[in-house]
């Protein structure tokens, strides 16, 4: 679209963003008698549309791209009048994927597949829609111009929503993931007071050349071994399940609760160590994530404080399943205290919310 279009939108842009200017051409109501006129229908929908985007928490929506793996390093401003998707770029290559989507004609589809699912056509009272997405290239360049310049850096007091995003990590860290550590570490303890009483029920009713794979493996084990039968340490090998089970979901919940917001921030408000933190987060809790997985195999994974309670011979059959709940758990204690860390350098005072 040419930068003096009649029909676009009045919008100031700010130093490294742009506009995502998207108006309603078509819809099909759930109840054909609320259609009437088409043009007030679609008025008062794309009115209807816009305060649904303005009432979702931004990182909410943001989470939407990230699952797709896509738009890193953009950072969703706002919604504004219009229907203008105000974003901000962290960089070059975030601002040449969303002009290349642009110009390859894919955005359209992607903006109407992550912002009109299942839900928002619930609360819009609509079956079917179609977007239409305009960029300006004016403001592509003027930006781009802008990201250019060396050392820019922002004042995080100047980016609220960014302030805001980093409180709701705080407040998550504080009510989440602090008192569920206390709460891992306990458990962990628990099963390590047992673990010889652990090690030596399993030896007692598993073959000798079983090697303890997975979780899925022990579940199955007990599963073919003990069907119908009394065992005295089931209680403790359900124990272990449970608590690590409980472990990995929680690791899970940190996209949500941290990654997302997180990717909200401007790279331009943290400083290089800060940025490495933000870097690293999503492989970490990756890693974590998949390395609980029920199907995991652990038997590579060796815990020191554990591999000195087992005897030699039995590492191979046993050190994976002994220390998949203490990796996972003090892995748990340094992404805690790497996020304090993350938290506490930023030259204002991070406050619960």
């Known amino acids: 679209m040419g930068e003096n279009d009649v ?7 700010s130093f490294g963003q742009i506009g995502i200017y998207m108006d309603i051409i078509e819809a099909v109501p759930k109840n054909k008698d609320e259609y009437g006129l088409r043009h007030y229908y679609i008025q008062d929908l794309e009115e209807r549309f816009l305060s649904e985007l303005q009432n979702t928490r931004l990182d909410k929506i943001k989470g939407l791209f990230e699952k797709q793996r896509i738009w890193k390093g953009v950072i969703i401003e706002s919604f504004d009048k219009g229907i203008v998707m105000k974003i901000g ?16 004609n894919q955005l359209q589809d992607i903006l109407q597949s992550t912002l009109v699912g299942y839900p928002m056509k619930e609360n819009l009272r609509i079956t079917d829609i179609r977007l239409r997405v305009r960029l300006y290239e004016d403001e592509y360049k003027g930006c781009k111009n802008e990201l250019s310049l060396p050392d820019s850096k922002f004042n995080l007091v100047d980016k609220p929503n960014d302030l805001y995003m980093l409180r709701l990590v705080k407040t998550f860290q504080k009510q989440q993931i602090e008192p569920q ?18 090690l030596l029920g399993l030896k007692r009713f598993l073959p000798k050349d079983i090697v303890v794979e997975s979780r899925q493996h022990l579940i199955s084990l007990v599963e073919d071994h003990l069907r119908g039968k009394k065992y005295a340490n089931l209680d403790l090998i359900n124990k272990f399940c449970q608590i690590l089970g409980d472990v990995v979901n929680f690791w899970a919940s940190l996209t949500e609760g941290v990654l997302y917001p997180l990717a909200q921030v401007h790279m331009q408000c943290e400083s290089p160590s800060q940025r490495q933190f933000h870097k690293d987060l999503r492989d970490r809790v990756n890693e974590a994530t998949n390395s609980g997985k029920i199907d ?58």
């Not at 770029?89 to 390859?104: C, G, K, P, R, Y």
């Not at 203490?326 to 205290?337: R, T």
């Open 7 to 13: 029909n676009r939108p009045v919008f100031e842009r």
């Open 89 to 104: 770029l962290n960089d070059m290559e975030a601002i040449e994927e969303v002009w290349s989507q642009h110009q390859t």
């Open 181 to 198: 550590l206390q709460n891992f570490h306990k458990g962990a303890s628990s099963i390590n007071n047992c673990l010889s009483e652990l």
């Open 296 to 353: 995991f195999n652990w038997t590579k994974m060796k815990h020191g404080s554990i591999l000195r309670r087992i005897l030699p011979k039995e590492s191979e059959r046993f050190s994976g399943l002994c220390s998949i709940l203490p990796i996972l758990v003090d892995k748990l204690d340094d992404f805690d205290h790497d996020l304090h860390e993350y938290l506490s350098s930023f030259p204002i005072a991070i406050q619960v919310l």
